[in-house]
């Protein structure tokens, strides 16, 4: 039993990254700890896209402290604890669930006074995690050509008009005009080259392109709520501000989408693809600004979608299965044995009368 406790501890403290970083005078260094990442296994039919944790209890969390993105010192650390990252997928969609504490803030309409998430994964191979994806032209040059190969994709979800417990993301309307928009919960679908050249999927500042969709689906949920429901937008701010509690952020995507613009990462099972993770807060109620943002590490974080393999290989015991088909094969005999001895018993009786079914 202690030995079981022991192991587990282990495991537990290997999860938990550390990032040693810092920025010196202008030039960017990132020491991140090379054991973290995220692990997506096999697990269809479990979780349901609602913003509620309860299904994820199972599913290994992966913790991540939350440091400023941009300068991100320990001493600036996100105060109200860390961010407990959990994936997985069921051979069509990836899911995340992202949960992270902190006092209820809510203003209505007013995204950045309210706490925001994003989502970020390499698509070009050259694409960097520091600067977006690093490509070094300004906004009036960056395009899909001068940028080649530093395809970031983003997905960003401001939750100032979601309803809690909603839908957002991709719908019919916005993905009819062809682009990675969500007019009704602001959960896009963006690419980007650096942090200047940042557009909707489908946008360039080439030119648009229609044949783009917002692949992504979440939605939110805070703890400090007592309704469970179903709220409406009249319900807004949906509970007191300031209550203490954890913010739920949970996504969902396919594994692969119809991009034709390498504006999508693509995910293969068995593969790993690299992601980060950042975390908006409107920290003492004041609002927060675009650069502003935590993140779970000054790289990218590993993201393993496992194969689905070991839960088919996982068979009975052999042992277990000569008991059954010993079992099965005793109980045959015996069920024969009663048969021959009905058909017996059943031929002796020759009294047995014959009752035509029209006179009963
Ligand atoms: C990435 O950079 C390497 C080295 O500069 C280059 O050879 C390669 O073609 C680049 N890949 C893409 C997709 O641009
Ligand atoms: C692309 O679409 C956006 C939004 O509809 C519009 O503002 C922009 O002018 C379009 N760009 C081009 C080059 O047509």
Redesign the pocket.
Known sequence: MLRALLVLAVLGSARIGLVNSHKESGEWSCDSDSDIRVEAEFRPGVVTLDGHANEWKDIDGFEFSLLPALDPHAEHEYKSGKMSVKALHDGNDVFFMLQVDGDYAYTEGDNKKCPSVALMFQI???ASYHDMGGCTEAPATCTSKTC??HEVDIMHFSIGNAIPGRLYGGNPVDNRDGNGGDRFGHLVDLYSWNPHCRYLDGMSPSGNDTSAQNNWKGAWWHSSFTIHSGFVEEDRPYALNGQKGTYYFEFSRPLRTMDRLQQDAQFTIGESSKMSIAFWYPVDGNPWHGSGHYSVSCDWVPLDISLGGSLLTKGAPSSSWDAASAFALLFSVVSFCASVFVGYRVSQNKSVPFTPMNNL
């Open positions: 070009g191979e050259n080649h190969g």
